[in-house]
């Protein structure tokens, strides 16, 4: 390999050449005093550069641009950090908990429905539970409550026979 | 469209409910209606058939009891059903309304010109006086829903 053949592989970072290439240039390196001064030269300026970058880098304040990412987050995206408020609260319990969150809801529904059912069935027990309207042209209905229903007594006949 | 399919499928349901709730209302009831004669004279007593009404029979001031007559029917509502008294006389049954937790009847004793609308629940009993008292003696019927 000449010097014109070896001057694209100077300064090549590491890594960036094949086996066969680094053989090469180190072979063409090792008989070339001018092609190992240019990539001395560039290794420096690589070192110089690479310096600079981080420096400059170190030098500016990112704070604000982590600031706007982290506020386009919304915060019920954060797992385990619970929303702001009760009703925040609410649907993270319902999000983390839904079989229990569920059936605690169930739970006074269903008892309301048994005493409703149970009110149901037993309001059909009392001794008043009927409804009576009589009317007679010349009698004196009485009616009487008994737990097993109501009795229309219309009395005597007014002629006595 | 998925508003207007949700919209087409309650009505669908109302449809079937109203019919369902329509045709319970319509339903044949069975009903016992039975005849008897209560007196203020004799041996005192509740034969052994009248037995389920002796609570109610008890409460009146009528000491011996008898039955004339029964008639068993699968009553619809608003049609009357005619029970003979022994004397040639006859009160007029009606099935006003029947629901699952009530039925409401409508007697009509000509015989005393004395109407009543009465509503129990089921296995409830109504007993009433369809004649005046003669001579110590009425005639009354007892209505049982569900038979």
């Known amino acids: 390999m000449n010097c014109a053949g070896a001057a694209p592989l100077l300064g090549s970072r590491p890594g ?134 109501p009795i229309i007594l219309v009395g005597e006949a007014s002629d006595g026979t | 469209m998925r508003s207007a399919r949700t919209a087409a499928w309650g009505a669908v349901a109302a449809l079937l409910l109203a019919s369902t709730a329509a045709e319970a209302a319509e339903a044949p009831l069975p009903v016992r209606i039975r005849v008897l004669q209560g007196s203020r004279q004799g041996t005192p007593g509740v034969p052994p058939g009248l037995e389920d009404l002796r609570g109610q029979l008890s409460s009146t001031a009528y000491l011996r009891w008898e039955q004339a007559g029964e008639v068993q029917a699968s009553m619809l509502p608003r049609k009357p059903v005619s029970v003979a008294l022994p004397g040639g006389e006859s009160v007029t049954v009606t099935l006003v309304e029947s629901r699952s937790g009530a039925a409401t009847f409508e007697v009509s004793a000509p015989a005393s010109r004395t109407q009543s609308r009465v509503t129990v629940a089921p296995g409830k009993r109504i007993v009433q006086q369809v004649t005046a008292e003669r001579g110590g003696s009425a005639w009354f019927v007892t209505i049982r829903a569900g038979g």
């Open chain 1, 16 to 149: 960036e050449l094949d086996p066969t290439e680094e053989a090469i240039l180190s072979a063409h390196l090792s008989t070339c005093e001018p092609c190992r001064a240019r990539q001395a030269d560039l290794e420096a300026l690589s070192r110089v550069v690479e310096d600079g970058l981080l420096g400059e880098a170190a030098r500016r304040d990112f704070s604000a641009f982590a600031d706007g990412v982290m506020e386009r987050i919304p915060a019920s995206a954060w797992r385990g950090a619970p929303a702001p408020g009760a009703l925040g609260w609410v649907r993270d319990l319902f999000r983390r908990h839904r079989v229990l969150a569920t059936a605690s809801a169930l739970v006074p529904a269903l008892a309301a429905l048994a005493l409703y059912l149970y009110i149901g069935r037993t309001s059909g027990t009392g001794p008043l539970e009927f409804n009576v309207e009589v009317t007679s042209e010349d009698l004196a209905p009485m009616v009487l409550d008994t737990s097993d229903g």
